[in-house]
């Protein structure tokens, strides 16, 4: 089913539409997103109104949002308003303006900030990996409020929306200043945040978190600016998702950002220049709550309270709610991306088995400690033929790209490069220091990928007929710096020449990823006899 939901804010109108699936995951179809200023000029003074001026942008954009929805074939449609909107004098003026300029299609709704606060809260969830009995903030910096959610992984214990953002902190303390910004004033911003932010930090305080979720482009703008000043190239991560941006390297950019004219911030990669003007005070909220709380990290989402109308609704059809446990996040954008591109499910699952136990047994042998990145060769086995869904001539990178670029959720940066690059290297060429993207990773990282490549290349080269003729896989070492003896076990009456050919083609890859020799032998019925093969290192 087609559904598109809209997410009219203070700031900016975003668009989804989306393809809900019956397992409650849905394929985005189309995602739009533009900068109206709805709430500019309303919170000044002691009436709260919309000018005419920002509700023609918004029913003109909303006009056009919709007509984007109808194209797609949109069965339901689901448009909510914000603070902007719920504070407004005229707010049923705007809501009767949208409805006369997209024919009735679109009956806005203005929400309640606690209801903002839920359903930011369902948009943050849906695509984070958190565990069962975590406890965690939830946290959105919109133009006119900002909402704060204390959540486990089933069910909200704390939600709330102050009356703070980025427009209307603006607004209220700095007015169109043009200059740089002085310590007096941005001590004024921050005193401002915390006087409002008081009751709710009692809450958070007597309750605890154990990790701190943002959304909201205010978060994600400053986090492109800590990622690009971090990276040597200065460009931005292909994705901010799970970004994890320190209380330290925000205090420093807002800084930065405070020495600038407004001219100058409109030129700050990772800024878009619309949002130049209103930056200050949204940092000024993002950091004063960290310092607050007590949270010297905050983990970067892409999903809000768009995406959160979408799980709503999909809850609110199904006859039972879909419960997106939190180790299975990953995996169903996996399982989700393997089954568009149609990957043989037998032999990546036969795959995977093969690559887990070369990476355990290498692990009990000592030969590597990467335990923590057991999880990514999983995935990485998984989609490593991804890529013949593009075409059959060299797969491997197509497998590349589609992983690198594709909506996988729970990871972040990083961990999606990792998987691409394993996937990329399970044929051909092993990694080379000449290679720009490997070559691009920290030492630690590259260790990794020859190390997972390796064990994913090895069981990729034990199941090269794709008929799982090889059913397991031992390696022994008698004392250290020896060399490793890898057995194969098979049926009897099986064929194995082609494995044992396709394996013979690893062995130095093998020999030279772990730095020890590798001799190969078989366990079974072959030609009558068992053979022996050996490859040292050279």
């Known amino acids: 089913m087609i559904f598109a939901s809209l997410d009219i804010g203070t700031n900016s109108i975003r668009l989804a539409v989306v393809d809900l699936h019956p397992d409650g995951t849905w394929t985005t179809v189309a995602s739009q997103k533009e900068v109206v200023r709805l709430g500019e000029g309303e919170f000044i003074g002691g009436h709260a109104r919309l000018t005419s001026e920002a509700m023609h942008r918004a029913t003109r954009v909303l006009g056009r949002f919709a007509d984007v929805a109808k194209g797609y074939g949109a069965e339901h449609v689901v448009a909510l308003a914000t603070a902007a909107s719920r504070e407004a004098e005229n707010q049923e003026e705007f809501v009767d303006a949208v409805r006369r300029a997209t024919g009735g299609f679109l009956d806005v709704r203005v929400i309640s900030g606690h209801e903002e606060a839920r359903l930011i809260y369902l948009g943050i969830r849906s695509g984070i990996d958190m565990h069962r009995r975590e406890k965690a903030l939830f946290f959105d910096i919109g133009g006119g409020s900002t909402e704060l959610v204390i959540a486990d992984w089933h069910a909200h214990q704390f939600l709330d929306s102050l009356k703070l953002g980025a427009i209307r902190l603006t607004n209220e303390v700095l007015g169109e200043r043009p200059g740089p910004i002085s310590p007096g004033l941005w001590a004024k911003l921050c005193n401002k945040v915390r006087s409002t932010l008081a009751p709710a930090q009692r809450e958070i305080a007597s309750r605890g978190f154990t990790q701190m979720f943002g959304s909201s482009g205010t978060i994600m703008s400053l986090a492109e600016i800590v990622a690009r000043r971090a990276r040597p190239d200065g460009d931005a991560p292909p994705t901010m998702r799970n970004f994890e941006l320190n209380l330290v390297d925000l205090t420093a950019v807002n800084q930065m950002l405070c020495r600038m004219t407004l001219e100058e911030r409109r030129k700050v990669?990772?800024?878009?220049?619309?949002?130049a003007d209103i930056v200050i005070g949204g940092a000024a909220i993002l950091q004063t709550v960290m310092e607050t709380v007590g949270a010297g990290k905050i983990l970067i989402s892409d999903r809000g309270l768009r995406e959160g109308i979408v799980v709503d609704y999909f809850n609110r059809q199904a006859p039972q709610p879909v419960s997106f446990e939190p180790e299975s996040v990953r995996v169903r954008s996996v399982r989700a991306l393997a089954r568009r591109c149609k990957i043989d499910d037998v032999h990546a699952r036969h795959i995977r088995d093969l690559a887990l136990?070369?990476?355990d047994q290498t692990f009990a042998l000592g030969l590597h400690d990467l335990t923590s990145s057991r999880e990514l060769l999983d995935y990485a086995s998984v989609l490593h033929d991804c890529g013949f869904f593009v075409s059959h001539t060299n797969h491997h990178q197509h497998s590349y790209y589609l992983i690198r670029n594709s909506e996988l959720l729970g990871f972040n940066d990083i961990e999606i490069e990792l998987m691409a690059q394993i996937a990329y290297y399970h044929r051909?060429?092993?990694?080379?220091?000449?290679?720009?993207?490997?070559?691009?990773?920290?030492?630690?990282?590259q260790f990794a990928v020859r190390v997972l490549s390796c064990c994913l290349r090895l069981a990729e080269a034990l199941d090269r007929g794709h008929l799982a003729s090889i059913t397991g896989v031992h390696l022994e070492q008698p004392r250290k710096g020896e060399a490793v003896t890898m057995s194969l076990s098979f049926g009897p009456d099986v064929d194995i020449s082609l494995e044992m050919w396709a394996v013979e083609g690893q062995a130095e890859v093998f020999a030279r990823s772990f730095d020890v020799p590798v001799a190969i032998h078989t366990s079974g019925v072959f030609?009558?006899?068992?053979?022996?093969?050996?490859?040292?290192l050279s």
Do not use: D, I, V, Y
């Open 527 to 536: 030609g009558g006899s068992t053979q022996l093969w050996q490859k040292n």
């Open 269 to 275: 990669p990772g800024l878009t220049p619309e949002r």
């Open 357 to 359: 136990s070369l990476f």
């Open 428 to 445: 051909k060429s092993p990694p080379r220091k000449r290679h720009p993207r490997f070559a691009r990773l920290t030492e630690k990282q």
